[in-house]
C-alpha cells in the first residue's frame, strides 16, 4: 500500500488523482475523502492545471464506495470519531462539497478512467465527472438500499438529468448491478475500452482537452451545468453572459488569428 491512500499528481496541464487503497478496493475512508478533497480544491486553484483524470490504482477496482468500517459508522453516528480525519469530515462542509463534485465550483473538466468495480460513492463521484472511460471489466451499481441508506453523495438529484427516469430509478430502487456495456449503452460512459489501453486513452483524451482554450473550456462547462433544468430563455441569457465574456478574451483572438496563420494557437487562459 502507498503511503498515502490517495495521489495527486501533476503532469503538466493535467492532474491525476488516483484511489490508492487497493486492499479495501479504494473504499473511503475519512483520510480518502478529505484527501480527495483537497486534491480537487488544489486543482481548481492552481492556473496551471486545466483538466484533471479520476482513477483507481489497479485493475480491481475504481472505488467501492464508503467504507462500511469507517466512513458510514462516523456518519450515522454508529461510531465517534478518532482521529483528525474523522472530525474534519464531520465539521467541514466543504470536504463533502468537493469531494463528490457536489455544491463546489469546479469549471475545470474532470475525466473518470473506471477501471474496476465502480460502486455507490465511487458511481456517485463518477456521476460528479465530465467524460467518462472504462474498462470492458468495470462493474458499476448504487447499492445503498440495500444496506439501509441512500445514495446521498449527488445521484438522486443527478442520476435522472443523465440517464431516462425510469432507468435511475431501476439502478437506484434495485441496487443491482451492471456491467460497462450497459453503462455505455444508457448513457452513463462516453467510451469503453481495453483495460491495458484505459489510463493512455483517458490521459490522451485529457491532453486534447488541455490543448483548448482553457477559458473558452470552462466556460462551457460552467454554462452547462448552470443552464440544466431551466426554462430555455434563461439558459439562453447565461449562454449570451458566457459569449460576452469569451469574446472579450486575449484566446478568442489568438485562436482564430493562429488558424488564419496556419500554426498551432497559444492559448494564455487570458
Known amino acids: 500500500m502507498s503511503p498515502t491512500p490517495l495521489r495527486y499528481e501533476k503532469h503538466g496541464a493535467i492532474a491525476v488523482i488516483t484511489f490508492d487503497r487497493p486492499a ?5 475512508s475519512p483520510e480518502m475523502i478529505c484527501r480527495l478533497a483537497d486534491a480537487v480544491i488544489d486543482f481548481a486553484a492552481d492556473d496551471a492545471l486545466r483538466v484533471a ?3 483507481g490504482s489497479g485493475d ?5 464506495g464508503g467504507d462500511l468500517q469507517r466512513s458510514i459508522p462516523l456518519m450515522s453516528g454508529e461510531r465517534p470519531p478518532e482521529d483528525d480525519w474523522d472530525r474534519r469530515l464531520l465539521e ?6 468537493a469531494s463528490a463534485f457536489r455544491g463546489y465550483p469546479l469549471d475545470k473538466p474532470v475525466i473518470g478512467a473506471v477501471n474496476g468495480a465502480c460502486m455507490a460513492a465511487g458511481l456517485e463521484i463518477l456521476l460528479g465527472t465530465d467524460i467518462r472511460l472504462a ?3 468495470a462493474t458499476f451499481a448504487l447499492p445503498e438500499v440495500r444496506r439501509g441508506v441512500i445514495p446521498f453523495g449527488g445521484s438522486m438529484a ?3 438529468r443523465q440517464v431516462p427516469l425510469a432507468r435511475a430509478m431501476e439502478i437506484m430502487l434495485t441496487g443491482a448491478t451492471f456491467g460497462a ?3 455505455l449503452r444508457w448513457g452513463i460512459l462516453n467510451q469503453v475500452v481495453p483495460k491495458e489501453r484505459l489510463q493512455a486513452e483517458a490521459m490522451a483524451l485529457a491532453a486534447r482537452i488541455a490543448d483548448n482554450a482553457p477559458l473558452a473550456v470552462q466556460a462551457v462547462k460552467r454554462t452547462v451545468l448552470a443552464s440544466s433544468g431551466r426554462p430555455l430563455d434563461e439558459a439562453f441569457r447565461l449562454e449570451d453572459e458566457a459569449k460576452r465574456f469569451i469574446m472579450t478574451t ?3 483572438r489568438e485562436g482564430p488569428r493562429a488558424f488564419m496563420e496556419k500554426r498551432p494557437p497559444k492559448f494564455s487562459g487570458r
Open 24 to 28: 479495501a478496493r479504494h473504499a473511503l
Open 53 to 55: 483524470v479520476l482513477t
Open 60 to 64: 480491481v477496482a475504481f472505488c467501492a
Open 92 to 97: 467541514d462542509p466543504q470536504v463533502h462539497a
Open 135 to 137: 474498462a470492458e471489466h
Open 158 to 160: 443527478r442520476l435522472p
Open 181 to 183: 456495456e450497459e453503462a
Open 250 to 252: 486575449d484566446d478568442a
